[in-house]
Every structure is written in C-alpha cells, then in structure tokens.
C-alpha cells in the first residue's frame, strides 16, 4: 500500500491552523470592505494565452500548465510507430518537400537534395534571420523551422510534423516534448500565477457590466511552479484589492491607509511599507544608457535582496550593460537619507529625464495625499532600489516587510496602465495590493500574535448524563442558538470526565452540566473551564452572561 503524501510546497491546514488563517481572512476582508471593494472569484485555471506574455519570461516558466484530456501520449507513440515504419517517415518527407515549395520554385527530391537544399539554397534566408532566434540553438534546421513557423503562415504550418527528416525515436520524442507548437497542443491552459491578470481578464470581458472606477477584492490560492523554502509555496493564498477605471494618485494613497489598517488588525507593529516608482526606474535606465532594454534592468534589480550587489553586476554585465554605467548605477541606488534627501537628490540626477521627473512627482503627490488624510505615513520608506519583477507595472510600486522576521515580503503591489489593453480595452490605468496569507500566518505564528480566542470554535458545549437529561439538553441547545450562541452538545452518553476533556481539548470556554437535579430545578451547572469556577443558573442568566 502506498504511503499518502503531499506534492511539494502544498500543505494541509487542520482546525487549528484554519482558524488562525481565518483571522486573518476576517480582518483583511473588513478592511477592503470598509474602503468600499465589492467580492470577486474567478476559475483556478485559466487560458494560457491569458496568462503568458504577463509575468516576464520568468514568471511565465513558473507556470503549472494542465494537460488537455484525451490519449495524446498514445496517439504520439503510434505516430512513432508507424514513422519507424517508414509509411509515415516518407509521408512527412513529401510535406516538409511540398512546403518548402510553396517558399522557392523548386523543391528537393530526396533526403540528401533536402541537405544540399538547408546548406546552399537557403543561407540567404538564414542570414535574413532577426538575431532574436539566435538563442534557439546552433542546429540551421531548428532555427530555420522556429523562424518559419513564427513568421510564415500557420494554417500550413500545424500539417507539418516535427523534423521528420530525422531518423531516430529519441531525437523525434526530444523534439516534440521541445517544441512550444506540441505544448500548445496538449496543453491550452494554466492554474492562475496571481489574481491581477484573471481580474484584468474579468474586467475586459465584463466592462459593459460594471461601474468604472471599479473596486474589487479577491481572496483565492494560486499557484507557481517555484522551488519550495520557508516562506515560500507552491499553491498559496493571495487576498487583493485593486481599483480599475481611474488613474487618481488618491488610490495609491489609500492604498498606504489599508494597509496600515490591516496591519493594525492584525496586531503587527514592526513593519516597513517600502515604495518607489516604475518611473524612476526609467530614468535610471536612461542615465545607465539602456532605454531599449528596461526589462532586463528592472529584473536584475528586483534581486538585489536574493543574490546581492556583485551578482547583480555580473548578470547585467552578461546583457550588454557597461561596467562604467553600472557604477553610476549603484552610486544611486546605495544612497542613504531621508525621504527628502532621497527626492533632493534624484531631482539632481534626473535633470534630463522626463520620465524620473514624472515618477519623483507622482510620488511626492502621494505624500500629499496621506497628509491631507492626517496620517503621517511613519512605516513609508522610499525605496529607489524597490523595482518588482512582474512586468506589468507601469507607476508606483509597493512592497511590505515585517522588520523582525526573516521572511520575505508578505505585501506587495503597484499601478498598472497597459494590463487590459493586452485584452483588447486600451486607455485603463488600475492599481492593487495583495497580502500574501501564508507569509503573514508564518510571521505571526513567530511573533506569538495569534490570540488565544482564535482557537475557540464554541462557546458552549452541553453535557448530560442519560436519555432523559441528553432530551432535556437538546431544548437549552435550541434556546441558546437561537440567541446566536455557538453551542455544542456532546454526542453520546458518556463519564463526565470524558465529556469535560473534550470541552478542554477543543478551548470551549464554558460547559453547562444537566443531571436529573437540574432538569427538575431549572438552576443548571454552569462552569468557565478557563477558571474552573462553577455555579448554579437559570438558562435565562447564563444567556445574559454570554451576551455580555
């Protein structure tokens, strides 16, 4: 018999943990509520093509992609099968043949015309190839057919089997499971990487429906393929609210506020509310001569954190970026100040850049805005090195980390102007937050913040000795969950001790005890197992004492 097991980066959550993770739940949700975000859920998969392009190429590979159903690994070894036999290795010789036709006047005969043909007659068109497929590999074949699949007509293309010159099963099999035309085939969807993208999705296809700005909250798991480590999972939940419809720096400002909030909710005190600006960035890459290649830059940053300062240097080295520009670079981004002196100084630096102009304003707008709320935005520290990896942002960026855990950042998010446009609906700014509920359950189980009324999941449990005071119980059951009292009556007959272990192992604050005295009396025995004191009540007291 098998052993039962998890897949890695998954957990279960019994009673216990479930309702520390509902309090945390409750208390983000209230306070989404209280800023005016309505509920949302989408699928937990979603269509690949909504998810890819979204994340940056490193997301995009953290993607759990879902096999289509159906027998496609049994059709593909016949297909092996009958190509070893040869009907099928001449068959998808004449179609490689026929195509190439279509591209010159004449076409090769055989399989050794086919290798003169790749040699001499198409060098003038491999020559032709954008450097961009360059990466494929030093195989001509490969690069020809990634170049020509991309750029010629596909409707022609999907008849065309997979290097069908090639003689062996291994090298077929490598070059089917490699190729992102068969992945498309055997998988058109993916479980969603985050909730932004799906609520982008959701907007677009629903925005003749809902109210523009429009506030929305979401509180569901996604998963990333990522290698499990503390902190970090690989299905979690994420609870976001994000704003779309309005690019009112107000939202980010409000942004700051509930997160402060939750934080309070939640009984942590010690944190850090880190911001910066995508703008800002941009006008670092202008002042490191690398407008055309911003992407790259603002991922390598993003690790600053991880991998440090000399990493970083070496993999933007390896993108073409000049070691005299990098030092520019990081005289910046390792100054140290105040806000102000931080604004001061990046005013300097970014005297030609419109785009670091326009960051530093919006940011500094902000600061207006919490003022003007009355809040002195003591936790905000402006952050030039802050740069999130996700692709998508366009304006400020957020990131929260509690200051005296080592754990990575259990908030984070920013502005994005271009996320609906990549659906067809242009000219939509939106802007969120999400908190990460794992990172924030294994922070507060550390800092000991869990209080002890989390665990209690009723306040009252009934125990009784017999028939006649077990019937005598049900109607006090009845009486108190009608006043919305949470009450447990015990299941069986059984020694009272054994009854007053479960109330205790389970937290149940308060036990009621029915013998015959008490059914003929009405006084029944009431006792806070927390105390251990005990007395007699009416049923009518005891519902006054617990609705205090």
Known sequence: MEKPSLPKGTRDFGPAQMAKRQFILDR?????????????????????????????????????KILNSGDFIEELTGRIEDFNSGELKEKGKRIFFDFVASL??????????????????????????????????????????????????????????????????????????????????????????????????????????????????????????????????????????DVVGTDSLLCEAEIVLMIKEVFKALGILDYTIKINHRGILSGLAEICQAKENETSLFMAIDKLDKIGEEKVKEELIGRGFQPESLTTLFQILNFKGNTQQKIEFLSNQFSNSEKGKKGLADFQEVLTLLNGYGDDASPVEFDISLARGLSYYTGCIFEVKINNVAIGSVSGGGRYDNLTGSFGLEGVSGIGISFGVDRLYDSMEELKLFPDATMISSTVMICYFDSETQHYALKVASTLREKNIATEVYPAVAKLKKQLDYANKKAIPYVIVIGSDEVKSGQLTFKNMQTGDQGKKTLQEIIADLSI
């Open 28 to 64: 983000i949700k209230k306070v989404f509520q209280k800023y005016g975000f309505q509920p949302l859920e989408t699928p937990a998969m979603e269509n690949l093509s909504t998810l890819t392009g979204k994340y940056g190429d490193e997301g995009d590979q953290l993607l759990f």
């Open 104 to 241: 010159r006047p004449k076409a090769p005969e055989t399989v050794n015309e086919l290798d003169m043909f790749i040699n001499k007659e198409l060098a003038a068109l491999l020559k032709s190839i954008p450097q961009e497929y360059e990466f494929i590999g030093n195989s001509k074949l490969e690069l020809l057919n990634v170049f020509i699949e991309r750029e010629f007509d596909q409707d022609k293309l999907k008849i065309i089997f997979d290097d069908v010159y090639k003689y062996s099963e291994n090298e077929i099999l490598s070059s089917l499971f490699a190729s992102k035309r068969v992945v498309r085939e055997i998988s058109e969807k993916g479980l969603r990487y985050d909730l932004t993208v799906p609520f982008a999705r959701y907007v677009v296809m629903n925005r003749h429906e809902i109210t523009f700005p429009f506030k929305r909250y979401q509180i569901q798991p996604v998963w990333r393929a990522d290698r499990p480590q503390k902190g970090r999972y690989r299905e979690f939940y994420q609870c976001d609210a």
